[in-house]
């Protein structure tokens, strides 16, 4: 096996038999309690995004069922799991195996289930409505899986078309269908500055106001603001154009926004990020009044991912007792 040894394969699914009836009542939707430190409580509570550990899980052979204990173990209370770092181990064990596994595995380490970015399950904007109806059918199950974990949201992303006049209504009707889904789970969908035309605040809010419904709104990211690529119809890939302010178009979309991802790429020797104002940053979230969880999302090269998330969330913390 690639990601995990038959032995400990065995713990988790064992684990899961054995634990889950005990686990079938408690409820992980409790409050966190806010990290102190230095005798401040900060406006907000820390969470990890999964997508930090990306090459740990991809490339170094470790478990991403080992995502709960490294997080606490970091210092972090919540967690917001990334769908496609499961893929493998949905292929082997199924998908209710790997969620109820999840679920047994946060409340053991005593963590916050956040929510979960979803990737790779279809196009919610696709100029077709059967292939955007599929996409809609494909997100479900992480909507199922949201609520299972206590978890509030999943993240989707809106790609499809980059035509901005198509993708008004296509990405509107993909975004009804699956939030009225999500509303008989109590569970909100969150659209993140993802690339495309989700990174053009103006847009993407427009978006939102047009799909008009209370679960439906955003995952501000201080980064991703890339609006079109070099390999024309690519998602991924070198930037041909950026949206021209990430302090504007965070400001945006916190009028909508129900989580935030603190991206980060390097630090300076004063372990100040070097491309993105974190004061400032944190200034347009706290302004916005939002006192939910911002999550640790570092993508950076130079440092090792556990040193770069160590540095992101060491910024955030000293960043929140400046801010006024």
Known sequence: ?????????????????????????????????????????????????????HKTFNEDGISPFEFAEMS????????????????VEIEKLGFDVVIDSLKILSAQNGMQNVLIMVDNEGDLADPNEAVRDAAVENHKKWIDAAAKLGAHAIRVNTFGTNDPEIWKTTVVDGLQKLATYAATKNINVLCENHGWLSSDAEKLMQAI????????????????????????????GECAELYPDKY????????AAKAVSAKSYDFDTNGNETTIDYTRMLQIVKDAGYKGFVGVEYEGSRLDETAGTKATKDLLLKVAKEVK
């Open 1 to 53: 096996m690639n990601t995990v040894t038959f032995k400990k394969l065995s713990f988790y699914v064992i684990a899961l038999l054995f634990v889950a009836t005990s686990c079938k009542n408690s409820s992980n939707k409790t409050e966190a309690q806010p990290i102190k430190i230095a005798n401040t409580t900060p406006f907000f509570k820390l969470s990890l995004a999964q997508w930090s550990l």
């Open 72 to 87: 606490k173990e970091m210092g972090f209370e919540g967690l917001e799991y990334v769908s496609q770092l499961y893929n």
């Open 209 to 236: 106001r047009d799909v008009n419904m209370d679960n439906c709104g955003t995952l501000p990211d201080f980064g991703n603001w890339c609006t079109k690529r070099k390999d024309v119809g690519e998602k991924w």
């Open 248 to 255: 504007k178009g965070t400001s945006l979309m916190m009028a």
